[in-house]
């Protein structure tokens, strides 16, 4: 919990009864958070739900691997709505969620929390600290989930983190994608974010588990973005077919 402390500004001293506008923002984004995801799940008690593509990651599963899961931005609501169905819940396992330091990922933190996701806030300009955060929480948990494209775009672009971040660490990459039937689209926004309505059909599609070498050069690492990417829109038609189905 963020805590006052006495500061001096010019000649006076500001006690710790002072007004601090930090806590103010981070009590008002946590309330947003909650207001919000607390309407998803209203939603999501609605939603037909399925998922493909987990057999492969049970087998790897199975021989104590770790995963980061890689999604696109606009897709984190649905996203972490049924990872929270399928990780947490049917499988009892630990997910955790990074975000950026800011009062959007408080809202967000909320969201992933709901779900029961833990989540953690990096700073945006501070790639040394980041690396040890997630080092620090991905030992707690059994998988990481990264919008690759985040925090703030360009959309459908996969950035170099996760990629960087499992070959240091020896984590396997999971691209991942969502369809809902009915659904918000956030025009406005960079990424195009997705609410789903009530009623929809929700389906969650799974990539095979990707290595990642330690050794991993520029080239190959440039070569994987682009590899990531198109998987993820594979994944994404997958999902789309598979509400048709059901």
Known sequence: MSTFQPETTGTRTLQKTDFNPQVSVSLQQKFLGWLFASVLKLFFMTWRKSCIGFDAIDRQRSHNAKMIL??????????????????????????????????????IGEICRQFGLDCVQLPDNGRKVSFQLMQQA???HNTGVIAVDGPLGPKGVVKQGAIRIASELGYLLVPASVWTSHKWVMKKRWDDMEFPMPFSRAALAMG?????????????????????????????????KLTHEN
């Open 70 to 107: 890689c999604f696109w931005h606009g897709k984190y609501v649905p996203i972490f709505a049924l990872c929270g169905w399928q990780w947490v819940q049917k499988r009892h396992e630990t997910a955790v969620a990074f975000t950026s330091l800011s009062p959007r990922g408080i809202v």
């Open 208 to 240: 095979e588990p990707v290595a990642v070498d330690a050794e991993i050069n520029k080239t190959e690492i440039r070569h994987l973005m682009s590899s990531l990417a198109e998987q993820i829109n594979q994944l994404e038609n997958q999902a789309r």
């Open 138 to 140: 991905m030992q707690k």
